[in-house]
């Protein structure tokens, strides 16, 4: 803009501190890589978020790389501490060269200014702060513990959230340091589902907190095509391309499982046919038949903890999950629990963990002499119709560092092949976020993995009865050799267990199965039909 007299001059100041998209394009310059110094033009959907920041204190941008909104951010900062007195804005970034990159484009758009523009006098300049002369200021930091926990906030920019370490406990300590009517702008790609940031992002868009959420992909920009998209992405993985330019949280993490098999697990689930027990938290989708085997497994919990007990029951004649709980419950109950819906499902050959609380729950199962028990005895493994308390060290399944990379193994394999099928939203909840950290798949901070260790034993013992996977036949087959059979009956078997015979297919509820032709399914696959015989002439033989 050509020089201007002292009545234009306060009338622009007077236009740009009333409209900061005005300021950017007729006075903001920004730094480009290639071509220098250059006019910062705001695009419309960077015009549109300025609105937002004007009009909402909240606001969460979930956004695809190279669009402009740190520069956006960094310009925001320039308009409020210039044009306005006392204004203390924060910066929050993920390491200390980000935050101070980001002080940089300030001062980049501070020199390209205007002398008359630039009213208060810089009084603090350094690689972090900047601070005027009529009191407001602009800090730039790296993420710490404590980041931001002593300061009162006009403004507070956090970037890239999605990757700042214990953004949960950060975001809880500055809070309070923008309670008094200060705004807060969040803005990062995605980093997988899970954590503070997509929690409030999600939750935003849900409408269930105060943030205005804000999604801008890659084509939201004016000046991007297929074309440009192609060849920017041509050499990136499919997870690097969800995260750095589809917003998309599901498929950007690095998730125990891929995307497209947590996908198939979202597609298959639908509504439990009905939800029983003392808290409504079993989840039944198919009834017993009584010419099905089927198997049940279940991860033991405190019952006052953060982490929940959990069982499935899995068919094997059908290769699918049929039951489901996850709940708070004391382990002496959820033995009489898992007891009452073993014995209705067959007397489902039960595998509990017996780690830590386990132990106490297995020690009710041998009191309530439920009749089918997973052991293990040395090399050989065997089920007992009732084995007395003495060996209860050896129930259930123990996990340890090596099995459990065993079984989370096998339930890998199962899924990405599709060979058993689990319709439980619960279940796909924990997957979003069971995560690689280092070399260990567990989950996310904040979240549980409750059903993922049931259902991992389930898989284990699945395919060790069932003997399904080509890649194991060759394995199980060697097992084989090696064990044996042991089979106890009692005489005085409690009435509770004579009581708990399994519905036939015409027995089965009639208000959850109207239709007798529902009870036709399809084997998972025709070899299954010839080991279902054998199992039942052998009954269960376990690795």
């Not at 039960?350 to 293990?376: F, R, V």
């Not at 079984?407 to 939203?425: D, F, G, P, W």
Request: charged share 25%; with cysteine; hydrophobic share 35%.
């Amino acid at each position: 803009m050509s020089r201007i007299n002292k009545s234009r001059q306060v009338a622009e100041i007077v236009k740009c501190g009333k409209d900061p998209v005005y300021f950017f394009n007729n006075y903001a310059k920004i730094q480009h890589p290639v071509r220098g110094l250059i006019k910062f033009d705001t695009y419309p959907f960077q015009d549109d978020c300025v609105k937002t920041f004007i009009s909402e204190r909240f606001s969460i941008i979930l956004k695809s790389r190279q669009l402009g909104m740190s520069t956006l951010s960094a310009a925001y900062a320039v308009w409020m501490t210039l044009f306005q007195r006392d204004k203390n804005v924060l910066i929050i970034a993920t390491k200390l060269s980000v935050a101070q990159n980001f002080i940089t484009k300030v001062k980049t758009m501070i020199r390209g200014l205007p002398k008359w523009l630039v009213l208060p006098e810089i009084v603090t300049n350094n690689k972090q702060l900047i601070e005027f002369s009529h009191g407001s200021s602009i800090k730039a930091i790296p993420t710490s513990d404590d980041a931001g926990r002593s300061e009162a906030l006009s403004l507070l920019i956090i970037d890239e959230a999605a990757f700042v370490r214990n953004f949960d406990e950060l975001w809880m300590g500055l809070y309070p340091t923008i309670s008094t009517g200060g705004r807060v702008i969040i803005l990062s790609t995605p980093n997988g589902v899970g954590g503070q940031y997509y929690k409030l992002y999600t939750d935003a868009a849900a409408g269930l907190n105060e943030f205005k959420g804000i999604k801008l992909p890659w084509d939201i920009h004016p000046e991007r095509d297929q074309e440009w998209f192609n060849k920017t992405t041509k050499n990136l993985s499919d997870r690097q391309i969800s995260q750095e330019y589809l917003c998309d949280f599901a498929s950007s993490g690095e998730t125990f499982l891929s995307s497209n098999d947590i996908e198939w697990v979202r597609q298959i689930c639908r509504p439990p046919r009905e939800r029983t027990g003392f808290d409504m938290n079993v989840w039944i989708w198919e009834y017993p038949l009584s010419e099905h085997n089927y198997i049940m497994t279940a991860d033991i919990s405190r019952g006052d903890s953060k982490d929940f007990s959990t069982f499935h029951i899995i068919d094997v004649s059908e290769g699918e999950c049929v039951a489901e709980y996850k709940g708070k419950i004391p382990p002496d109950r959820f033995a009489e629990l898992l007891s009452e819906f073993g014995l209705k499902y067959n007397k489902a050959l039960l595998c509990p963990e017996n780690n830590s609380y386990g132990y106490a729950t297995i020690l009710k199962l041998k009191e309530l002499q439920y009749p089918k028990l997973y052991h293990k005895k040395r090399k050989a493994l065997y089920i007992g119709d009732y084995v007395p308390p003495k060996e209860t060290d050896l129930a259930g399944f123990t996990t340890s560092g090596k099995t459990r990379n065993l079984i989370l193994t096998k339930l890998e394999e199962v899924l990405r092949n599709k060979q058993v099928k689990i319709y439980s939203t619960r279940f796909y909840d924990e997957l979003k976020t069971f995560t690689w950290s280092g070399n260990r798949a567990r989950a996310m901070r904040g979240y549980n993995d409750d059903l993922i260790i049931s259902f991992a034993i389930g898989m284990w013992l699945y395919d060790a009865s069932e003997g399904y996977s080509v890649n194991s036949k060759d394995l199980n087959d060697a097992m084989l050799k090696g064990m044996k059979m042991v089979r106890k009956t009692y005489d005085d078997m409690p009435s509770a267990i004579l009581e708990g015979r399994p519905h036939s297919a015409q027995s089965r509820d009639p208000r959850m199965n109207p239709d007798a032709n529902n009870n036709k399914k399809i084997n998972i696959s025709s070899e299954w039909n010839n080991k279902l015989k054998i199992m039942k002439d052998h009954d269960w033989l376990l690795k």
